[in-house]
């Protein structure tokens, strides 16, 4: 990528991924041992296995233990629960996370919320999500974790930025907005029933679309000079051809914003590597390390 205006997430994901690695080896060097990532599949969902096969190959190449733990579609909630309880108590195990969607007949919340917080590097437990609210330090979401070290890149210091987070999920839209209000941003939050939402964008100088919509942020949308971070990951046909496209029109919207997110190769890239740095960050607050 080299127009001035795309920010690469991918190469920035790269670099990310570097220091993390080094921080480890350091610790390994220090401790005798490297922070571990437990990751629970259940079932036989394609479009997961490709994930968290990508996950163990990731914490793989950083150097820290990758832990699987596949299992079938047919596990009950109770055998699963126990598993999260045994995870939970494991001195290896700095990180857990179970990969989502589960099985019909498994409570996914119930799940989520038996993770220890202080092991939970997805950052869903309630009591992380009552962290980030309060601005309390805990674990925070890894997408929009990863969305706020781009635009730290590409602004620095957004004290005082009017920034608009279109989307109000518990995964991204929510944390998202919290972690630009404790930047000192002023955040407005829109969604489906937002009334005037062109106009609502266009005062916006970040603009964080999540929502799921393929191409809905139009290039009018955009104040001229604007932040774009587009979060979607949409499969549309164009051609007789399936594409990736993200939540914002990019070709009107690149040329009039400031910096903007390609799909893909902009947010999707860092979601790997911040379930690494929260991994490394649990591995740390456990043991009294200082955090860089």
């Known amino acids: 990528m080299t127009k001035e205006n795309i920010i690469d997430g991918k190469a920035f994901a790269e670099g990310l991924r570097g220091r993390i690695g080094t921080a480890v080896a350091e610790i390994k060097r220090a401790r005798g041992s490297v922070p571990g990532l437990a990751v629970v599949l259940v079932g036989e969902d394609p479009a997961s296995q490709v994930y968290v096969r990508n996950k163990a190959l990731q914490t793989k190449e950083v150097g820290m233990n990758s832990l699987e733990h596949r299992l079938p579609a047919s596990t009950s909630e109770a055998d699963l629960l126990a598993l999260i309880r045994r995870l939970n108590a494991d001195p290896a195990v700095d990180g857990i996370l179970v990969q989502l969607p589960l099985p019909k007949h498994v409570d996914s919340s119930k799940v989520l919320d038996a993770i220890d917080p202080d092991k939970d590097v997805d950052g869903f437990h309630i009591i992380n999500v009552g962290r980030l609210a309060t601005g309390m330090p805990g674990l925070v979401p890894c997408t929009p974790l990863g969305c706020l070290m781009l635009l730290k890149d590409r602004l620095g210091d957004l004290s005082g930025k009017r920034a608009l987070v279109l989307g109000r ?6 944390p998202m907005a919290q ?15 937002t009334r005037d939402l062109p106009a609502e964008c266009r005062g916006a100088e970040i603009l964080v679309a999540a929502v799921g919509r393929p191409e809905m942020v139009r290039g009018d949308w ?3 000079g604007a932040v774009v ?13 399936a594409r990736l496209v993200g939540d914002v029109a990019f070709a009107e919207a690149e040329r009039v914003a400031g910096a903007i997110t390609p799909v893909p190769g902009g947010v999707g890239p860092m ?16 043991h009294g390390l200082a955090e860089k």
Request: with cysteine; hydrophobic share 40%.
């Open 169 to 174: 999920s518990n995964i991204v839209g929510k």
């Open 179 to 193: 972690l630009l209000l404790n930047e000192n941003c002023t955040v407005t939050i829109a969604h489906s029933r």
């Open 222 to 224: 955009v104040q001229p």
């Open 229 to 241: 971070i587009d979060v979607g990951i949409n499969r549309v046909e164009r051609d007789g051809k």
């Open 271 to 286: 979601t790997i590597a911040c379930l690494l740095q929260n991994t490394l960050t649990a591995f740390r607050r456990r």
